[in-house]
């Protein structure tokens, strides 16, 4: 069985672009592009929540998780890069409002999980928070799914910033993004200082 074909079999098609193409397309396109990647890595992730998973199937989405995070890289950084070739060049057209539009809509920033929460300790720093078990984490700081180093920098920047707030933005319920803020302290009676366990998703 092909790798198309295991995708459909899970109702999940995979996006018409070439990657190897894709620095030729303008922002808009690359945009287009980027949502559809979101879109489908929302549905693996809630696929990978079922219940009823075999093996295969789990190859089958961890690899397309895979694959689609490094397109999105790619595409972010392409499109940072074409906003700031347009706008150092001052140009002034009718598309400058749509770039406008683009970076507002938060484009650069994804919205895209990387770790989930397995357990919060009552009375710790995450739990009053109001981080919840199952929350995902899309960003923590400045690190989010495209830098966060299999979650190595998520540690060092906790022990950088004890006593000190770092905003969270989570997913929960698989449709609510939620901004927290989340203060690191050895100051509670259990281990640890955010009282939760993260794995990478």
Known sequence: MSFEQGMKNLNLNTIDYDIDEIKNYDLNKLNEIKIKIEFNLSDLFDKLAGVYIDVVQLRLIRTQINRLRNDHKEILDLIQNKLLDHFSNNQSNSQDNEYINIIDDNSIESNIPFAIIDEVFENGPAFNSNLRKNDKLIKFGSINVTNHSNLQ?????????????????????????????????????????????????
């Open 153 to 201: 920098k998520i540690s060092s920047l906790v022990s950088n910033n004890i006593d000190n707030p770092i905003k969270v933005k989570i997913l929960r319920n698989s449709s609510d993004i939620i901004d927290l803020e989340l203060i690191p302290t050895s100051n509670w009676p259990g281990k640890g200082l955010l009282g939760c366990k993260i794995t990478q998703i």
